[in-house]
Each structure stands twice: as structure tokens, then as C-alpha cells.
């Protein structure tokens, strides 16, 4: 086993969840899971997302339909900075002529 998955039965012990939510976590496709030598793995970068969805789904109550418009939502929100810091450093190299 690799220094970057952490079995998902220790993370939710430890997380007090269910294994039942990683479950449906997979199950939409909002994380990927590995299987190894008969046991499910989490990746450990993906470890910041699965604690948002938890967060969402436990605290707020909001099903996974919703987590999965949110993480959707929270990804064009990103992709549109990126776009906006891309036109600021273009703004700059131009500022200099006018």
C-alpha cells in the first residue's frame, strides 16, 4: 500500500461518519476510491473534499444531489478567477502603454 491512501474504515472511525456516505460518495462520482489487496483505500488529496461533503451532508443536511450541484458550482466559481486573474496579469503588461 502507497503513503497516499488511508483505509476508508480507519478514516471514518476516526471521523465518526459512516462508511455508508463514502459509499455514496463514490457512488455519485464525487470521489474515486481504491481497491487494493481486498480493502478500500481513500486517496489522501482527496481527503479535503470528502471532509467538505461531510460537512455538507451531516451539518447542513443536504443530499448529494445538492453536494454535487455545489461542487459544481464551487468549480466554475474557480475556473472563472483563474479566468479573471489571467485578464489582470494581461491588464498589467498594458498598463505601462496607456
Given amino acids: ?3 497516499d491512501l488511508i483505509i476508508v474504515s480507519d478514516y471514518c472511525d476516526k471521523c ?3 462508511t455508508s456516505f463514502i459509499d455514496l460518495l463514490e457512488e455519485n462520482g464525487l470521489i474515486d476510491l481504491c481497491r487494493e489487496d481486498g480493502g478500500r483505500y481513500l486517496y ?4 479535503p473534499e470528502v471532509e467538505r461533503y461531510s460537512r455538507l451532508y451531516y451539518d447542513l443536511s443536504i443530499n448529494m444531489e445538492g453536494i454535487d450541484a455545489i461542487r459544481h458550482l464551487l468549480a466554475r466559481m474557480d475556473e472563472m478567477q483563474k479566468e479573471i486573474d489571467r485578464l489582470h496579469a494581461r491588464l498589467r503588461l498594458y498598463g505601462d502603454t496607456f
Fill in 1 to 3: 500500500m502507497q503513503n
Fill in 16 to 18: 465518526h461518519i459512516d
Fill in 44 to 47: 489522501v488529496a482527496q481527503l
